[in-house]
């Protein structure tokens, strides 16, 4: 994961991550994870009712990355 690239940002109790995916390589899920992880080591969970993917890219061909899928979370 390369999070020197990825933005965080985070209001109150919602936080709203950005991350590039170049070459294939998916960090979004690797930083989806450490936030789950942050979050269970601090006893909060994460709304899955509220958490959203949005892919963007700029009318290239190349296929969408797969769906970051999370575990032990509530729904």
């Known amino acids: 994961m390369d999070a020197q ?4 940002v985070k209001f109150a109790d919602d936080i709203t991550t950005s991350a590039p995916v170049k070459s294939g390589s ?12 942050w ?7 994460l709304n899955l009712s509220k958490t959203w993917e949005m892919v963007v890219h ?7 990355p797969a769906p ?7 729904h």
């Open 26 to 37: 998916d960090s979004a899920e690797a930083e989806v994870e450490s936030i789950q992880n």
């Open 58 to 64: 700029c009318g290239s061909m190349k296929p969408l």
């Open 68 to 74: 970051i899928v999370t575990t032990d979370c509530r």
């Open 5 to 8: 690239n990825n933005l965080l």
């Open 39 to 45: 979050s269970e080591a601090n006893q909060m969970t």
